[in-house]
C-alpha cells in the first residue's frame, strides 16, 4: 500500500545528501505535494517562449508551462506532438523567477527523465502531447520531481495519485476556448467525492473496498480520500479556460488552482487577459472584483471557441484506459 502521508518505501525517487553538514533528504511526497499546495489559489500559464513567460510572471502567474507549440496548435498542427525544446525551457528558466513546469507524453519515462535532470520545478505528463504508451503511466514514485496529471473522474484521479501524482488537474478539452468539459469534470469528481465520503461516514467498509477494485487503487488510499471528502492532494482545473469568469467560475466549484492554455497568448489581449485572470482566481468570491476582471478584457479578441461535441480529436481521452 502507498502512504498518502509520508513516503514509499524503498522508492528510488526519495534521496538524501549533505549540504553544509546538514542532511537534506529530497523527493519525499511530503516535499512534492508541499510544492503543489504553494501553488494554491494561483494561475499556471502555458507559454512558448521567453517573452510570453515574462508577460505570464508580471501578471502575477504562480507558475509557467513550457510547451513547444500552445494546445490549439497543437490541435490544428496534427502529427506527434513532444516535449518542449531543453534550450527553451532553460532560457526560460534563466529569465522568470517563478516555478517553470514542463510537459511530458503519457508513459514516456525518458521524457520526464530529462525534464527532472533539466531542473523543471514540476512534470505534467499530460493529455495535450501524444501518448508515448496508452495504458501505462509514469511510476512517478522514482522522481524527486513532482508530477500534475490530468484526471477527469475520481477514479483516474485516485489511480494517477496511487502513481505517485503530487497534484492533479481536470483535463477539460485543450486549445478549444471551452470550458464546459473542465466543469463537467470537477462536478464528476465532486459528486463521487460526497459518495465516497457518505459510504465511509457510514461506517461500510465493504463497499470501500468494492470502490477501490472499481477503481483500481489500493484500499488505504480510498479510505483516506474518503476520511477526507477531497483529493489529497490539490486539484487544479485545467482545459478551455479563456475569461476571468471561466477561472472564477471553477473556483466556485472547489478548484485549488487554474491552467490557462490556449486562453492567454492566442487571444489578441494577452497581458490584460492574463493580469485579468490572476485577478478573477485570487477573488473569485468577490462577484464585484471578478466584474472589474472581465471588463479588462474584449471578447472580440477572445481564443475563438470550438463546439467540444463535434471534434475529431478529443485529447482528454488519452490515457484515460489506464
Avoid at 1 to 7: E, K, Q, T
Avoid at 216 to 234: C, I, N, W
Wanted: proline fraction near 3%; charged fraction near 25%; glycine fraction near 8%.
Amino acid at each position: 500500500m502507498i502512504p498518502l502521508s509520508g513516503d514509499l518505501p524503498k522508492s528510488k525517487g526519495i534521496k538524501s545528501e549533505n549540504v553544509e553538514s546538514v542532511n537534506v533528504t529530497k523527493g519525499t511526497s511530503t516535499l512534492k505535494r508541499g510544492f503543489a499546495h504553494m501553488l494554491k489559489n494561483g494561475v499556471v500559464m502555458d507559454v512558448t517562449t521567453v517573452e510570453q513567460a515574462r508577460i505570464a510572471e508580471e501578471a502575477g502567474a504562480v507558475s509557467v508551462m513550457v510547451l513547444d507549440k500552445l494546445p490549439s496548435d497543437v490541435r490544428k498542427a496534427g502529427g506527434v506532438a513532444r516535449t518542449a525544446s531543453l534550450r527553451v525551457i532553460q532560457e526560460i528558466m534563466d529569465s522568470v523567477t517563478i516555478p517553470v513546469m514542463a510537459k511530458c507524453r503519457i508513459g514516456h519515462v525518458y521524457e520526464a527523465k530529462v525534464l527532472a535532470e533539466a531542473n523543471v520545478d514540476m512534470v505534467d505528463e499530460s493529455e495535450v502531447l501524444t501518448p508515448a504508451d496508452e495504458n501505462h503511466h509514469i511510476w512517478k514514485w522514482d522522481f524527486t520531481t513532482p508530477f500534475v496529471n490530468g484526471a477527469r473522474s475520481l477514479a483516474e484521479a485516485l489511480r494517477r495519485i496511487e502513481e505517485g501524482a503530487a497534484m492533479i488537474r481536470t483535463k477539460g478539452e485543450p486549445g478549444t476556448g471551452n470550458v464546459a468539459e473542465a466543469v463537467l469534470h470537477i462536478k464528476k469528481v465532486n459528486n463521487e467525492l460526497r459518495t465516497i465520503k457518505s459510504i465511509y461516514d457510514s461506517g461500510d467498509k465493504q463497499e470501500l473496498v468494492s470502490m477501490a477494485r472499481e477503481f483500481k487503487v489500493s484500499f488505504d488510499l480510498v479510505e483516506e480520500t474518503a476520511k477526507l471528502g477531497r483529493l489529497p492532494v490539490v486539484n487544479f482545473a485545467a482545459g478551455g479556460i479563456a475569461t476571468p469568469a471561466d477561472a472564477a467560475y471553477l473556483m466556485s466549484l472547489g478548484c485549488d488552482g487554474i491552467f490557462v492554455g490556449s486562453g492567454i497568448f492566442k487571444a489578441e489581449d494577452a497581458m490584460e487577459r492574463a493580469r485579468a485572470t490572476v485577478l478573477a482566481t485570487t477573488f473569485w468570491e468577490d462577484a464585484d472584483a471578478v466584474k472589474e476582471a472581465q471588463k479588462m478584457i474584449n471578447e472580440k479578441q477572445s481564443i475563438l471557441g470550438l463546439d467540444v461535441k463535434n471534434l475529431e480529436l478529443r485529447m482528454q481521452d488519452r490515457g484515460g484506459s489506464a
